[in-house]
């Protein structure tokens, strides 16, 4: 079965830090570029930060470059996502992606909230 479980939301003040976690189970993490993706109110989701399956390449929205910083480690499953200096704007629902290009699998976890206000 399986499973992406997202964690590390919460409320922060502006210029403030988080740092989100995605635990994956149930399929070979490894083999899988791991992304994080966000919702916030009444926008579409977006792509905001993606690594390769060995973690040697990043990308970032323009809008967090800087900002985030996205890192992965495969011994335990795992990837994560710093977040510095938040914006309000930054307010979403954060979502776990893993796809895999050879098999076309994609998976996605539940999300969690962050909320940037003061």
């Known amino acids: 079965q399986v499973q992406l479980v997202e964690s590390g939301g919460g409320l922060v003040q502006p210029g403030g830090s988080l740092t989100l976690s995605c635990l994956a189970s149930g399929f070979t993490f490894s083999s899988y570029r791991m992304s994080w993706y966000r919702q916030g109110p009444g926008k579409e989701r977006e792509l905001v930060a993606g690594i390769s399956n060995g973690g040697g390449s990043t990308s970032y929205a323009d809008s967090v470059k800087g900002r985030f910083f996205i890192s992965r480690d495969n011994a335990n499953n795992a990837v994560y996502l710093r977040m510095n200096s938040l914006k309000p704007e930054d307010t979403a629902v954060y979502y776990c992606?893993?796809?895999?290009?050879?098999?076309?699998?994609?998976?996605w976890g539940r999300g969690t909230q962050v909320t940037v206000s003061s």
């Open positions: 992606n893993a796809r895999s290009f050879t098999s076309g699998n994609v998976y």
